[in-house]
């Protein structure tokens, strides 16, 4: 669907083969079924699966631009950034590239459904193409105070907080942990609708945040 049937390799990111171009490509699937941008599958596909040419062409940087503007928001629902590997700055802005059709058609497919990623999503708690093995570092258990909009974000202040699974977290940073729903302030998030229920919220620490990437309501004994 790309517009050609043979590819090379190496690849534009140095998979040698094709056994690790699937492996490494896989990690991005839920975000293509996220379907934040109508050019993220080319853009991908010209750097893990690159036409068969005497010289590589790279995707044009205007793509790069608006595939990583539209999609890196859904990204972070996860505490994930855009990767240094895929900086647009490196890819051709006049040179022969490949496009979708022209610049203007890099209109924006919304992403399906308004609720908050961290609030619906359980199977697509994958890298997307980083290198780690799990989406989710910590598990904490807890009441909530009270839930807030910051810069953004939808701000979680826990009441009471049992930690499940620590991970990155310091214990005696424990009593003063908040978390975020990143790019949240605005999407429904119905688990939190009541606050009087006890909540399971699993999370990484991304800089001196620390995100959700899920919430679900739990059994009482915090």
Not at 21 to 35: D, G, I, R, T
Not at 85 to 102: E, G, N, S
């Amino acid at each position: 669907s790309v517009g050609y049937d043979k590819m090379v390799l190496p690849n534009l990111l140095d998979h040698e083969t094709m056994a690790e171009v699937k492996h490494q490509a896989s990690s991005w699937v839920p975000l293509l079924n996220k379907n934040c941008h109508m050019g993220t599958q080319v853009f991908l596909c010209s750097l893990f699966a690159p036409v068969c040419l005497d010289r590589p062409v790279y995707p044009c940087r205007w793509l790069c631009e608006a595939v990583r503007d539209s999609c890196e928001p859904v990204m972070q629902f996860f505490g994930f950034f855009w990767p240094e590997m895929l900086k647009c700055d490196q890819f051709p802005q006049d040179d022969v590239c490949i496009a979708m059709t022209a610049p203007n058609a890099t209109e924006v497919s919304r992403p399906k459904g308004k609720v908050c990623s961290a609030c619906v999503i359980n199977k697509d708690m994958v890298h997307f193409g980083f290198p780690l093995p799990l989406a989710c570092f910590s598990a904490l258990k807890m009441t909530i105070k009270e839930v807030k909009k910051e810069n953004g974000d939808k701000m979680i202040v826990p009441r009471k907080r049992k930690a499940l699974k620590l991970g990155p977290i310091r214990k005696k940073n424990l009593k003063k942990l908040v978390l975020f729903l990143k790019n949240g302030a605005d999407c429904p998030c119905h688990q939190l609708d009541n606050l009087g229920h006890y909540f399971l919220i699993m999370g990484r620490q991304v800089k001196t945040q620390y995100l959700s990437c899920q919430v679900k309501r739990a059994s009482r004994g915090v």
